[in-house]
């Protein structure tokens, strides 16, 4: 077909106009390169390609052109256009769960029913900085080494048994809602540019967890620590890599 790369190019070209629009939520006539400006800062693909964005929303006016309220195709963009296009559409528009890539995380949990003491084997034992407080199957909250270290320093200082402390207290009666708010909750739709993203913009996180609708109560999918940047950084550097 003597225009077939011109069709392949404008399906990617109108795919990925449409996802820029849901991304950013303006008026349907919003020209392309403004929509590609706006949405640089909401999301990691179009950043990492706005110029090529750009260079293609003139290229598209180039080879198609209206007449009689059809779009007649004026020119042929080559091979290698037309591939970095659909390259640019897949990851815009098709990105990676970060559950599916690294769904073989291991997640270190404690019942809220269960005493300190167990919490402080389970960090021995996982060598984790985080365990998730499950409550008949459901995330209640997180322990953090740190905070029970702080808990134990507390105690200590008012003269408390602390081996009483351990094994008298349920893990569920020390939980922080404010501790929270050191990490970042994700439903499962999460990306992972989306988990690049929330430990590049937030330095102070503990962790990232990831469940079903991104909210407390649920079990938890997945938790991505700040040692785990590095793997997701190595993954996005392939994945860029790839060849299309």
Request: net charge neutral.
């Amino acid at each position: 077909m003597k225009y077939a790369n011109a069709e392949r190019f404008l399906k990617s070209y109108n795919k990925i106009e449409s996802q820029l629009k849901l991304l950013y939520g303006g008026p349907p006539t919003q020209a392309f390169t403004d929509l590609v400006k706006r949405c640089s800062d909401r999301n990691i693909t179009v950043r990492r390609y706005e110029n090529e964005l750009i260079d293609y929303g003139k290229l598209r006016n180039a080879i198609v052109h209206r007449a009689g309220g059809e779009e007649l195709f004026i020119a042929n963009p080559s091979d290698d256009v037309v591939d970095t296009l659909e390259y640019i559409e897949r990851q815009l528009c098709r990105p990676p769960l970060v559950i599916d890539v690294f769904k073989c995380k291991k997640i270190s949990a404690v019942f809220a029913d269960k005493p300190l003491l167990t919490a402080v084997q389970t960090f021995g034992s996982s060598e984790k900085k985080t365990l998730v407080v499950y409550d008949h199957g459901n995330m209640v909250g997180v322990l953090n080494s740190y905070y029970l270290y702080r808990l134990l320093a507390e105690q200590a200082q008012k003269g408390e048994n602390l081996t009483a402390y351990l094994q008298n207290t349920p893990c569920g009666a020390v939980l922080d809602a404010a501790l929270l708010s050191r990490y970042a909750l994700f439903n499962a739709a999460a990306t992972v540019f989306d988990v690049f993203e929330a430990f590049e913009k937030r330095k102070d996180l503990y962790a990232v967890i990831v469940t079903e609708h991104g909210i407390v109560g649920e079990k938890v999918l997945l938790l991505l620590t700040p040692s785990d940047f590095p793997a997701i950084n190595r993954y996005l550097e392939a994945y860029n890599a790839k060849t299309v």
